[in-house]
């Protein structure tokens, strides 16, 4: 199986960023790849706060922080990433535009390189055949803030072979992460159970005449949820989750997946959560 030792990340945005954070701080050199010299010194930034936010919360020493960034170099060039074992994209979410970026990374990257892809909603496998090494190809799908949650969905597309699964799988523990194997299926793991059961939380509102809190107030005391849907809802961010919500109906066409009114006439209000100050709650 092959040594993953030197990582690339293609898009240093809020997940690119968290991504390439977790590499550095886990040890591996990491090269961070973003379309204008400004975005990767935006990213550089991100990164940087974080590891000094987790110096003062005692996590890292100085030292490990000035390390870790050594870690880091940032080009905006595909090509600089020809030496990485490990290729993870998080680039926006649009098939043709990570097509482009697998094609590139095809040609530029050493065959034996694993190439994998963030995505939330797309096919892995239609992101795989864009290059001529499918079997090199897989999904590794982070949650949102990356250094945060543990999981990492281990995505197995049509042609991913089981060298390069357990070698993603392995980077990802050796990151500190908590990787779990699935297939190539809409939503994967998580969104595919989360979506429609948050869709239904907010119908229920309606339906049962709920208030966001009592709602919140039911799912943790009756179900142990650690955030009540309502919350969660507001830190995903409505509009994300709308997006979420239409990627999966699409896909599956089960009604329960489709974003309930209430949400899309929030997202139309610019009510979109903790991130514009309102959302089910007030910031
Ligand atoms: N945000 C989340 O909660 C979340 C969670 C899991 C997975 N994802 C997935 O991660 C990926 C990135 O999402 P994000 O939230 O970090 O997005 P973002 O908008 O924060 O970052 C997008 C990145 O794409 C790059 N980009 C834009 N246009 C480009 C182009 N033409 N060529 C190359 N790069 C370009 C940007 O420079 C940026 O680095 C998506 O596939 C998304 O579905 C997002």
């Known amino acids: 199986m092959i040594e993953i030792r030197k990582v690339g990340v293609v ?18 050199d990491t090269v961070g790849r973003e379309v204008t010299d400004e975005l990767a010194e935006r990213g550089r930034g991100t990164i940087d706060r974080y590891l000094t936010r987790g110096v003062g919360r005692g996590r890292l020493s ?43 990374l095809d040609r530029v ?7 994998a892809t963030n995505t939330s909603a797309l096919s892995v496998s239609q992101i795989a055949e864009a290059t001529t ?85 039911a799912m943790a005391n009756g179900a142990g949820w650690p955030l009540g849907p309502c919350a969660l809802i507001d830190l995903i961010g409505i509009d994300v989750h709308v997006h979420a919500s239409e ?8 009604s329960r997946m489709a974003p309930p009114d209430r949400l899309v006439r929030m997202q139309a209000e610019g009510k979109l959560g903790r991130k514009s100050g309102e959302g089910f709650y007030t910031y």
Request: overall charge negative; proline content about 6%.
């Open 11 to 28: 898009g240093l945005g809020t997940m690119g960023a968290g991504i390439a954070q977790i590499s550095v701080q886990s040890g591996f």
């Open 62 to 104: 100085a030292d490990g922080r000035e390390a870790a960034l050594g870690r880091l170099t940032l080009t905006t060039e595909l090509a600089a990433l020809g030496d990485c074992d490990l290729v993870i994209e998080a680039v926006l979410e649009e098939l043709d535009l990570k097509r482009d970026v697998f094609a590139e």
């Open 109 to 115: 990257t050493r065959p034996d390189a694993v190439l």
């Open 133 to 217: 090494r499918p079997e090199r190809v897989v999904g590794l799908h982070f949650f949102n803030p990356a250094p945060v949650l543990p999981l990492v969905e281990v995505v197995r597309a049509r042609e991913s072979s089981e060298e390069a699964l357990d070698a993603a799988y392995a980077w990802a523990e050796r990151a500190g992460k908590q990787p779990v194997r699935c297939n190539d299926t809409p939503g994967f793991i998580v969104n595919r159970i989360l979506i429609p059961l948050l869709n239904d939380c907010v119908r229920v509102l309606d339906e049962a005449g709920v208030r966001p809190e009592d709602m919140d107030k």
């Open 247 to 254: 990627a999966l109906h699409g896909k599956l066409g089960e």
